[in-house]
T-cell receptor, first 111, second 114 residues
């Protein structure tokens, strides 16, 4: 089965700093989803990447898909306290099978 | 927009008790899912319903049953709760299946089994 490893597992950054979260798959990535979760809440869909080399941005968050490396990265520019939470990646297995999710990266943004 | 609504938000049960978690979506999605989230384990699929009238087992179905009541509603039942089922349960929906479309999640049900 496909496994997703996220790095780092946790991250503390000062407000205004940039950061990158990585999601690496044990198998070919046919698509990759990024979600954000705040404590006590559900997962909020951020972005979906479907093609190798694809890059999408929403506000200060940019996600890229590197098919060859079987990896996706999520980059936050000029972090804000509102960016704090747990970021999870989910992989499209390329078949009718289920999505696989990473265990998440916990982000704290300090003032 | 309500999206995916789960009830209850919190529940404490004793071992052996039964309970049904409710989920409803108002996005006219065909597919619905139940996940559990445990520390260090990520999200694991319990059951899913690709379309109204169908249900299939996911990764961790033992101890659970589901009912796709209609297109909007998908419930998860614990017949005889066990401490190992203490978890946060999420319901999700998508337009059609797993591929090429995001799943939209509810806020979760935090379930403790004593």
């Amino acid at each position: 089965s496909q496994e997703l490893e996220q790095s780092p597992q946790s991250l503390i950054v000062q407000e205004g700093k940039n950061l990158t979260i990585n999601c690496t798959s044990s198998k070919t990535l046919y698509g990759l989803y990024w979600y954000k979760q705040k404590y006590g809440e559900g997962l909020i869909f951020l972005m979906m990447l479907q093609k190798g080399g694809e890059e999408k941005s929403h506000e200060k968050i940019t996600a890229k898909l590197d098919e060859k490396k079987q990896q996706s990265s999520l980059h936050i520019t000029a972090s804000q306290p509102s960016h704090a939470g747990i970021y999870l990646c989910g992989a499209d297995p390329g078949t009718a099978s289920k999505l696989t999710f990473g265990t998440g990266t916990r982000l704290q943004v300090t003032l | 927009n309500a999206g995916v609504t789960q009830t209850p938000k919190f529940q404490v049960l004793k071992t052996g008790q039964s309970m049904t978690l409710q989920c409803a979506q108002d996005m006219n999605h065909n597919s619905m899912y139940w996940y559990r989230q445990d520390p260090g384990m990520g999200l694991r699929l319990i059951y899913y319903s690709a379309s109204e009238g169908t249900t299939d087992k996911g990764e961790v179905p033992n101890g659970y049953n589901v009912s796709r009541l209609n297109k909007r509603e998908f419930s998860l039942r614990l017949e005889s709760a066990a401490p190992s089922q203490t978890s946060v349960y999420f319901c999700a929906s998508s337009e059609n299946g797993f591929r090429n479309q995001p799943q939209h999640f509810g806020d979760g049900t935090r379930l403790s089994i004593l």
